[in-house]
């Protein structure tokens, strides 16, 4: 299963965070601290596993941004890394060509689609299409409310002014 | 946007963050912004709402605290909209986790949505109960989620599974709950809910065994034709990686596969075509197709023994090692450790290749290696391994040396063929990672050395050469500073030389030479020196001839620092000056420590070995506690291993280790030509250093035995050491110091002082464990009982983490002190002692009465036994 997704930048920034097991706040940041340690200073020829406290954690590099995963002892790395992969994909597709900026200003679209992809730490979807039509559906619903809201507060608004 | 908002917007807020050149500027906008959105909470006005959760969340994930928009969540959830309820959860699954009683707050919230008629209301409801919820929830909610495995959108019906993965994860009672809805999801065509199905189905089979048994005979065979399926299917591009269809779904089939044909041959029988296939047919040039081979290789080991396939996993692990690619090689190491179980030959042919992995420039992959490496060792390679390792110990990184020179250690402790190539080997580790190697290691080596009596002169030498080269390398120093200290006239002596040895020329001064440098270091720790110090004062009688120098160096040691040191340094002098006579026979050689309860003992490491004397002459105790800075304790630690072979020596023992002196004899040398009372003044002279009164000096003695009760009025106990025939022998504190003399002058009678005698009872007894009382009074307080229990285990199994506990009613006062030990080994092979002072305040009139509870594990299960003490005896 995975445990924690963490997204940091060159860095060091936490671009992105979701923890499928219960860590406090104050593990969490001493987490973020100890693992960008680790892993920003790997060299780029070197495997893409630490071992660390236990568990394994996974991670690719893509450009700026480090995609990691902490994962059991006994899970498969490599699916992992293909997870990862998978995630990335669906971002580029969503974004266009995703890059660091996309997923600073937009980071709840980058949540969004997480939760699309993993539930309790374990793989949802393995179509990319699948996901990108059920984010698209929601963002439809959300972009209908706000067309509703805006109308009626426009409405609301000229009643005020006169 | 809304003209009735105020404040600035999400984008804006998040580039003033960006703007920021330095942390407090940031911490600054920060800060603003977190007031305006507490003002925007308190007006409660549901148009900002929306917003003010996003920006939390982002200040959230910079790492200030938020928790004041927890309730901000639970208010989007409850609102009717989409986009509302969208954003609420996403804060609810980031600001929030199981542990906060807040989280209850939304169970209502969450089965409206789960019954909600929009399904990606549902979605949203469904994936935050799967990300966050509690075992309370989990348990409210379950039938709700049961029911949606069910529904009729294929995407509720995957979320629904992993949600309830989760749900038995934390209740795995409502385990068989969802045996049925699991199963029929494994029906499915759909991927994501045929990849969520299978994975509640692995889930269910790890934590309930009989869905494990429905599934092995239910769905066995359809999980496989589903894996043959996507196996051969054409190309699909919805789910085509690199070449494979649907990796995902191949990884978690083969998951669930494993767990099925484990222990079932009829199910793994079944299995072995389709895992050859997968095996056979996988492309395995991209991380796919590898992804799918290491899981295979996985299920092939772990299923039922068909060995044709088990030579096709080990020839796919094999291909792995010599990949190019870091992370395969990194799986293949991690593989191979499993396979060694099975197939040890096949592993050992790889072996070269795992050696050079040792080396690898990747430290996850060198750990892995190693791992490997320690359980490829055998009889018959240890030696080519080992000069291996070592030879790679001198070139490896620093950080990598501590991991190594451990597994190095492991390996040549565990198969070492004989004793000189142990020392060699240990020499050589201490040489190049002394500095990484644990105290029980070196303790370990000075064991040995101590048994090897046809080595000592070898080793000292070997010793003594290497630390010439490496005197940076603290536990070589150590090593070797006691080696000198006991062996140094081998040293000087050149005896006992080896045919493999080179002669070597060292003058006495140069063996004085290394202790002084050790001693003087400016980098030595306090347990370097100490030891340097102890060996220099036997060196003081080895080497007459210029003692005169030694002496100086002890001296110099007046002026040390640590406390410790000054005191035993002017006591040293004191023995170099005064005692010339007894001094020889004081340094003589130690005893051969005892190897096998060294052995016994590090392996069940007690935390305080040395109380199975009956009076745990409390100086010792003193000493465990007061580790870091009495570091002769640590000497005496290793030395008291005499102590814990016969349980009831008494403590001169204790003082004979100390000093290295056999009392015994010394004191029989002079019981020929002096009274018998010359042994208590001998042991007074070394005592009392300086001057003859031992009563004016009572600290330095006390120090010299580490009496931890020195506020037990010391003088005390030296006045009965001084006088004959003492008549009040019979407090608390001199009985520590009693027992050390105890065994030199057979004048006082311990029985004799202690009060009234109360016979000891058996307080507890079950068909395990039993529980004996033994009671002393302290004269002077009749009120105070001191028990000593002694726990002895009557099963054939240890406890561990054994605990007593003791309650008493008002009118009495318990103490507890620590007990000796948390483990009970077996059948009575070992006993806990414990003290207890139980203060009676309504003494003669009420009896002692107790109640008492004791917890251990066993096998690893709890255990709880409880009883009551009322057979005390009378008048305590």
Known sequence: MIHFVLLVSRQGKVRLTKWYSPYAQKERSKVIRELSGVILNRGPKLCNFVEWRGYKVVYKRYASLYFCMCIDQEDNELEVLEIIHHYVEILDRYFGSVCELDLIFNFHKAYYILDELLIAGELQESSKKTVARIISAQDQLVEVAKEEASSISNIIAQATNR | ?876
């Open chain 2, 1 to 876: 946007m809304n003209p009735f908002s105020s404040g600035t917007r999400l984008r804006d807020m998040i580039r003033a963050i960006r703007a920021c050149k330095t942390a407090a500027e940031e911490r600054a906008v920060v800060r603003k912004e977190c007031a305006d959105i507490r003002a925007l909470i308190n007006e409660d006005d549901p148009h900002d709402r929306h917003r003010n959760l996003a920006k939390l969340m982002f200040i959230h994930m910079l790492g200030y605290p938020t928790h004041f928009g927890q309730m901000e969540c639970l208010k989007l959830i409850a609102s009717p909209g989409f986009p509302e309820k969208r954003i609420g959860y996403l804060g609810l699954m980031l600001l929030l986790d199981e542990r906060q009683e807040v989280l209850m707050l939304v169970t209502n919230s969450l089965k409206q949505d789960l019954n909600h008629s929009n399904q990606y209301v549902v979605g949203l409801a469904l994936c935050a109960l799967g990300n966050i919820c509690s075992a309370e929830m989990a348990r409210d909610l379950a039938p709700e989620v049961e029911r949606l495995i069910q529904f009729r959108d294929p995407n509720i019906r995957k979320k629904a599974a992993l949600c309830s993965t989760r749900i038995i994860r934390k209740v795995p009672d409502l385990a068989e709950n969802f045996v049925n809805a699991a199963a029929s999801l494994l029906k499915e065509k759909h991927h994501g809910v045929l990849i969520t199905g299978v994975q509640l189905c692995y889930e269910l089979c790890t934590i309930n065994d009989e869905a494990l048994e429905y599934f092995r005979t239910k769905c066995t065979e359809g999980l496989i034709k589903t894996l043959r399926d996507i196996t051969n299917s054409a190309y699909q591009p919805e789910y085509d990686v690199a070449g494979i269809t649907d990796p995902f779904l191949h990884i978690r089939l083969l998951r669930l596969l494993r767990v099925l044909g484990q222990g079932d041959a009829d199910a793994s029988d079944l299995m072995t075509d389709i895992l050859a296939q997968v095996a056979t047919k996988t492309e395995s040039n991209k991380n796919a197709g590898n992804a799918v081979l290491y899981e295979c290789v996985e299920t092939i080991m772990a299923i039922e023994d068909t060995n044709s396939l088990r030579v096709l996993a080990i020839n796919i692990l094999g291909r792995f090692l010599s990949n190019r690619d870091n992370n395969i090689r990194y799986v293949a190491l991690n593989m191979l450790m499993k396979a060694i179980t099975f197939d040890d030959q096949a592993v050992q042919r790889h072996r070269v290749t795992i050696l050079e992995c040792v080396k690898d420039p990747d430290a996850s992959i060198r750990k892995r290696a190693l791992e490997l490496v320690t359980l490829l060792v055998n009889e018959n390679n240890v030696t080519q391994l080992t000069k291996e390792l070592i030879d790679y110990l001198e070139i490896s990184d620093e950080d990598f040396k501590e991991d190594l020179s451990a597994k190095i250690c492991f390996i040549v402790e565990k198969f070492s063929p004989e004793k000189l190539w142990y020392i060699d080997q240990m020499l050589k580790v201490l040489c190049e990672a002394g500095k990484f190697v644990k105290d029980d290691v070196w303790h370990a080596l000075i064991v040995v050395i101590s048994n090897a009596s046809e080595l000592h002169g070898y080793t000292v030498r070997a010793l003594y050469k290497s630390v010439l080269t490496y005197s940076e390398q603290e536990t070589l120093v150590r090593v070797a500073v006691w080696c000198i200290g006991e062996y140094g006239d081998l040293l000087v002596n050149n005896v006992g030389m080896l045919g493999i040895e080179d002669p070597i020329t060292v003058t006495e001064s140069d063996a004085v030479d290394v202790i002084e440098d050790a001693i003087t270091r400016h980098n030595s720790d306090s347990t370097t020196k100490a030891m340097a110090l102890v060996a220099l004062l036997k060196l003081s009688s080895r080497f007459p001839s210029i003692s005169e120098r030694i002496k100086d160096i002890i001296v110099k040691q007046k002026g040390s620092l640590l406390l410790e040191m000054q005191q035993r340094a002017i006591e040293y002098n004191s023995i170099v000056d005064r005692h010339k006579n007894i001094r020889s026979s004081l340094v003589d050689r130690m005893p051969v420590l005892d190897e096998a309860t060294f052995n016994v003992r590090r392996a069940g490491s007690f935390p305080a070995s040395v109380s199975t004397m009956a009076k745990p002459s409390v100086s010792l105790q003193n000493g465990v506690e007061k580790l870091p800075v009495a570091p002769l304790v640590d000497l005496l630690d290793l030395d008291s291993d005499d102590i814990m072979a016969a349980p009831s020596p008494s403590g001169t023992d204790f003082l004979q280790d100390l000093l290295g002196v056999d009392l015994g004899s010394s004191s029989a040398q002079y019981g020929a030509t002096q009274a018998p009372k010359a042994g208590t003044d001998l042991l007074l002279d070394i005592l009392s250093i300086g001057t003859p009164s031992p009563a004016q000096n009572s600290t330095s003695s006390i120090g010299l035995l580490s009496i931890a009760d020195v506020n037990n009025n010391p003088s005390i106990a030296l006045d009965t050491l001084s006088s004959p025939a003492p008549p009040h022998v019979a407090t608390t504190s001199s009985t520590g110091m009693f027992d050390l003399l105890d065994g030199l002058s057979p004048s006082p009678s311990k029985e004799a002082t202690n009060g009234p005698a109360y016979a000891p009872i058996v307080a507890y007894e079950s068909s395990s464990l039993k529980i004996e009382f033994t009671f002393s009074k302290t004269p002077g307080n009749l009120q105070t009982t001191n028990v000593q229990a002694t726990f002895t285990n009557l099963s054939p199994n240890t406890f561990t983490d054994f605990i007593f506990q003791a309650a008493v009613p008002k009118f009495l006062q318990l103490h507890l002190d620590p007990a000796s030990s948390n483990t009970l080994l077996a059948s009575g092979s070992g006993a806990i002692t414990q003290n207890l002072r139980v203060t009676n305040s309504q003494q003669g009139k009420k009896s002692l009465v107790m109640r008492m509870r004791i917890g251990y594990k066993l096998n690893g299960k709890d255990v709880l036994e409880e009883g009551q003490v009322s057979n005390f005896p009378r008048g305590l």
